[in-house]
């Protein structure tokens, strides 16, 4: 069973809506992370949080605001969507609390597509 | 974000041949650096990891090189399989997040 759940798979939008990505992680995991992955860009790190608090962001657009509503939930609510944001999300999340050296482990991710 | 450079961009093998990719990067202060795999539709996952303590890590078929003076990491597999198709990302870390390399995508041909 997958231990980490991100729904759903694929999302289709039309510019300008807005949408909430969400992530579960079933693992105890104490830090969740999310990233973006695109045809232009390598894996792309967004946000972490650890204990459910924001620890980095790199983001530079308000648009994009993760929600942590319990530990183990992560989600990613993006606002006045752009074509340009069409790529696949993956969440992950490690033993945390987000220290080095430490495994992260990826969802399969959502692929949103916005027209 | 600090940039990870990673070459072939893509490569084919024989099934049975030496796969070698390499990764360069610029930040000296990384110190921990993992290879994550991951398949088409899959997120990545950890393939194997070395500290910027070590030169050499091994793991079956998966062997990571360290070079802290180059700023260079390699990663070679050996026998190739076609189980191994996919796409290889080095990713130091900074800070607490990973920076994933632009990747490298390995066919191996049966």
């Known amino acids: 069973d997958p231990k980490i759940i991100q729904k759903p798979k694929y999302l289709v939008a039309v510019t300008g809506s807005e949408k909430i990505l969400i992530c579960e992680q079933y693992?105890?995991?104490?830090?969740m992370y999310w990233y973006r992955q695109s045809a232009k860009k390598p894996l792309e790190f967004m946000f972490s949080?650890?204990?459910?608090?924001?620890?980095d962001n790199q983001t530079a657009s308000s648009r994009f605001q993760p929600q942590s509503s319990k530990k183990n939930h992560l989600d990613l609510q993006i606002t006045a969507l752009k074509p340009d944001d069409s790529a696949t999300y993956f969440c992950?999340?490690?033993?945390?609390?987000?220290?080095?050296?430490?495994?992260?482990?990826f969802g399969s991710g959502t692929r949103l597509t916005v027209l | 974000q600090q940039q990870v450079r990673q070459s072939p961009q893509s490569l084919t093998v024989w099934e049975g041949g030496t796969t070698v990719l390499t990764c360069s990067y610029e930040?000296?202060?990384?110190?921990?650096f993992p290879w994550y795999q991951q398949f088409p539709g899959e997120g990545p996952a950890l393939l194997i990891s070395?500290?910027?303590?070590?030169d050499k890590k091994e793991d079956g078929r998966f062997t990571t090189f360290f070079n802290k003076r180059e700023k260079k990491l390699s990663l070679h597999i050996i026998d190739s399989q076609p189980g191994d198709s996919a796409t290889y990302f080095c990713?130091?870390?900074?800070?607490?997040?990973?920076?994933f390399g632009t990747g490298t995508t390995v066919s191996v041909s049966p």
């Open positions: 990713a130091p870390q900074g800070g607490r997040a990973l920076i």
């Open positions: 949080y650890s204990y459910q608090k924001l620890m």
């Open positions: 693992l105890g995991h104490n830090a």
């Open positions: 992950a999340s490690s033993q945390g609390p987000g220290a080095s050296a430490e495994t992260l482990y």
């Open positions: 930040d000296s202060t990384f110190n921990y």
């Open positions: 070395i500290l910027s303590v070590s």
